[in-house]
T-cell receptor, first 116, second 114 residues
Framework: GAVVSQHPSRVICKSGTSVKIECRSL??????MFWYRQFPKQSLMLMAT?????????EQGVEKDKFLINHASLTLSTLTVTSAHPEDSSFYIC????????????FGDGTRLSIL | GENVEQHPSTLSVQEGDSAVIKCTYS??????FPWYKQELGKGPQLIID???NVGEKKDQRIAVTLNKTAKHFSLHITETQPEDSAVYFC????WGSGNTPLVFGKGTRLSVIA
């Protein structure tokens, strides 16, 4: 149980393109989803927290107009990197937490984004 | 806010030996400490977690200990196998009313040499 699916697994695109990444909880309802960014050989850095039906909460230094997050249902959150540039190239990972008290976070397998 | 320090950054052990990874946290309000294993090109997978109301938890070859007073927690892997090779992350957060997001350590790259 507690499977989180992330799609696509890899994206290569030209500078200036907008890229959408989907995160789905397959066998549970996720009231809260999280988006992380991970550079090579580094830790996971939280970008934003999204709660179903409300606006995402962004961490300091993360541009909300650059990284658009939508959490339209209890099983789907999307991250759109708008007008992507080479410095946006990274490994983006989502995680989801089931509803209820004290539920652990489950992670997707990440999306490797490469901007040429 | 919470700050999690993790050591060592790299660890090599012979197959069959034990591996220990240590973390410290700064926020005394943190009460939930999970450990994740991340293989190359994959997302982190939860392997074990501990809450602040217990001092130790064990699951087969994996154990975690917690010292609330010193704000230390450690991961112990016994009888290591080559498939244990991965990057391990500790994390801390607050569970209860107003759950906080996980704050991760910088990771430990474990290599188990056959």
């Amino acid at each position: 149980g507690a499977v989180v699916s992330q799609h696509p697994s890899r994206v290569i695109c030209k500078s200036g393109t907008s890229v959408k990444i989907e995160c789905r909880s397959l066998d549970f309802q996720a009231t809260t989803m999280f988006w992380y960014r991970q550079f090579p050989k580094q830790s996971l850095m939280l970008m934003a927290t999204s709660n179903e039906g409300s606006k995402a909460t962004y961490e300091q230094g993360v541009e909300k107009d650059k990284f658009l997050i939508n959490h339209a249902s209890l099983t789907l959150s999307t991250l759109t990197v708008t007008s992507a540039h080479p410095e946006d190239s990274s490994f983006y990972i989502c995680s989801a937490r089931p509803g209820g008290v004290n539920q652990p976070q489950h992670f997707g397998d990440g999306t490797r984004l490469s901007i040429l | 806010g919470e700050n999690v320090e993790q050591h060592p950054s790299t660890l090599s052990v012979q197959e069959g030996d034990s591996a220990v990874i240590k973390c410290t946290y700064s926020d005394s309000a943190s009460n939930y400490f999970p450990w994740y294993k991340q293989e190359l090109g994959k997302g982190p997978q939860l392997i074990i977690d501990i809450r602040s109301n217990v001092g130790e938890k064990k699951d087969q070859r994996i154990a975690v200990t917690l010292n609330k007073t010193a704000k230390h927690f450690s991961l112990h892997i016994t009888e290591t196998q080559p498939e244990d090779s991965a990057v391990y992350f500790c994390a801390a957060s607050i569970w209860g009313s107003g759950n906080t997001p996980l704050v991760f350590g910088k990771g430990t790259r474990l290599s188990v040499i056959a």
